[in-house]
């Protein structure tokens, strides 16, 4: 894989307001174990191994267990392993990173009006889209394990 450009040095201002989004999603009222789920699962969909290494660290570091992460790609089979707000969660996620396929469906939006409010749906939404904005560019730019992005 060859490499590419920098994104630091190509657009920093661009990089400056992905990190203005991370900087939002620290303070939102969701739990870190949600946002490091929503980040591995949207990540394991987009074949991006750079975050799914980076996240699944980070989420151990959280607390989180090797058994969840592990069975997170499959989560629907999973039995009990995930709470039902984390369910919902991951079907969100799935959701809009398929984006092409159906969209945020009215179904799962409805159920995650049982478990959220509008303004935490509305940061899961901002969440889930932010991963997926920081896969595009580690894809786009063949971005190694182990390297920086900044």
């Not at 191994?49 to 607390?63: E, M, P, R, S």
């Not at 969840?68 to 996620?93: C, H, M, P, Q, Y």
């Amino acid at each position: 894989m060859q490499k590419r450009l920098n994104i630091k040095q190509a657009a920093p201002d661009a990089l400056k307001a992905m990190i203005g989004l991370e900087s939002y999603l620290s303070k939102i009222s969701i739990s870190k174990t949600a946002k490091e789920l929503i980040k591995i699962r949207a990540s394991q969909i987009n074949g991006c191994a750079y975050c799914i290494n980076i996240h699944t660290q980070d989420a151990v570091k959280n607390g989180e267990s090797n058994q969840r992460i592990f069975l997170l790609s499959a989560w629907r089979e999973a039995g009990d392993i995930f709470t039902e707000e984390e369910k919902v969660v991951l079907a969100v996620t799935e959701e809009i990173t398929l984006i092409h396929e159906n969209g945020l469906t009215d179904e799962t939006y409805t159920k995650a009006l049982q478990y959220f409010s509008e303004s935490q749906i509305a940061d899961i939404i901002t969440a889930i889209i932010t991963i997926n904005l920081w896969n595009r560019v580690v894809l786009s730019t063949h971005l190694r394990i182990g390297e920086s992005l900044a």
